[in-house]
């Protein structure tokens, strides 16, 4: 459902977004307040909702890239940094060829170098498998999002310095709890194709010993044939 009842007058936002300097030259702030406004609690996406909110998207957008992590930046805030990347371009993609039903639809996704930092550009991939996955955190997959109904839901919030670590444990654990995106019970386990696709990333291998320490229900093993079909549809609300 749309709320744009809610959003700030267009000023304020504005003002928060060019006076406040949250975190090393980047404000998260309005990426959070568009997310607020346009994702539901189950992580759907008012596509349309965003593109009214464009203006602002697409200043926040070059804000990311015209103020990227330095050396001098903590772990935490070039993690948040690079999520919030991810999955604004995911949304940018969307929204640059709307409507359409499957990101996969577009022309190579995952290989387009859509954001670009000075001479520099980057895909979904880079980021993904050159820059986040470096950081040795597996819990990292569930944060991303590619616009995909399978995928981790995309939070109606902005990361931050601040919120990274509590979102990491709380999305690992909401995604694995979530019979959408897991089975996970006594007589049947159906997990996530993330657990397969990215194997090496969890416990060296050991899914079920990572899944265990989030899953309400405790697992020996993963099945051969205990992967669910990865489901590319939208998002969307």
């Not at 320490?213 to 697992?219: H, M, N």
Request: with cysteine; net charge neutral; aromatic share 14%.
């Amino acid at each position: 459902m749309k709320k744009h009842n809610l959003i700030l007058p267009l000023f304020a936002i504005l003002f928060c977004f060019t006076s406040s300097k949250a975190q090393n030259n980047v404000d998260h702030a309005v990426w959070d307040q568009i997310l607020i406004l346009n994702v539901s609690a189950q992580g759907d996406v008012n596509y349309e909702g965003v593109m009214k909110d464009s203006p602002l998207f697409y200043k926040y957008f070059r804000s990311l890239s015209e103020n990227p992590p330095t050396e001098q930046w903590t772990r935490e805030e070039k993690l948040a940094y690079w999520v919030n990347a991810y999955n604004s371009i995911a949304v940018k993609m969307i929204i640059d060829n709307y409507p359409v039903k499957n990101i996969n639809d577009l022309h190579d996704p995952w290989n387009q170098k859509f954001f670009r930092i000075k001479d520099k550009r980057y895909s979904l991939d880079d980021i993904e498998h050159k820059i986040l996955r470096k950081f040795n955190e597996p819990r990292i997959h569930f944060l991303i999002n590619c616009a995909s109904k399978s995928s981790p839901k995309l939070m109606n919030m902005a990361y931050t310095a601040r919120n990274i670590e509590y979102a990491l444990d709380k999305c690992t654990r909401d995604f694995i709890n979530d019979p959408t995106k897991n089975i996970i019970t006594v007589e049947n386990i159906q997990v996530s194709q993330i657990f397969e696709w990215y194997k090496d990333d969890f416990n060296d291998g050991d899914v079920a010993e990572f899944i265990n320490q989030y899953s309400d229900i405790k697992i020996k093993k993963i099945p051969k044939k205990g992967y669910m079909a990865y489901n590319w549809d939208l998002n969307e609300q």
